[in-house]
């Protein structure tokens, strides 16, 4: 699985307003509605925020990949954010997320979800390509980022 198909330019936040774990799952979930009009704002939130309950989706590393499954979706889709200052977002390590990377599954789609989660697992787990993302100066930079790492894949 490439990242861009399951995320695209307009999905990508490169400085986020939040100073909180909610607040950065209410705003990523506001892009993520822009741009599929089957996704509500409210159910997103609902479900990210369960799936917290469970254990954070903050991974370690600066990363977190908060993840859910909508039933109104079709396809896997992403929100990818970032944030200079850090959240703290309950981190295995303690440490503040500083890279986002939301996503969001039809309900009865168990492998391709796991497939995504395990690719943007195995690409924030690279230091270099962390730093690519937290150094790029603005969303199309972003994007080339994912572009360039997908087309090695």
Known sequence: MKILDILDEESI????????KK?????????????????NIETLVEVL?????????????????????????????????????????DSMDGKNAHLFFLLIAPEDSAGSHLKALAR???????PKF????????SREEVYRTFAD???KY
Do not use: C, Q, W, Y
């Open 120 to 126: 943007v697992s195995r690409l924030m787990n690279d």
């Open 13 to 20: 936040i490169t400085e986020l307003k939040s100073k909180s």
């Open 49 to 89: 925020i369960e799936r917290e309950k469970l254990g954070s989706t903050g991974i370690g590393d600066g990363v977190a990949i908060p993840h859910g499954k909508l039933s109104s979706i079709e396809n896997v889709m992403a929100v990818f954010a970032r944030s200079e200052e850090g959240i703290d977002f």
């Open 149 to 151: 790492e997908d087309a």
């Open 130 to 137: 962390r730093l690519s993302l937290m150094e790029a100066k």
């Open 23 to 39: 607040e950065a799952i209410e705003e990523m979930a506001v892009v993520a509605a822009k741009n599929d009009d089957s996704v």
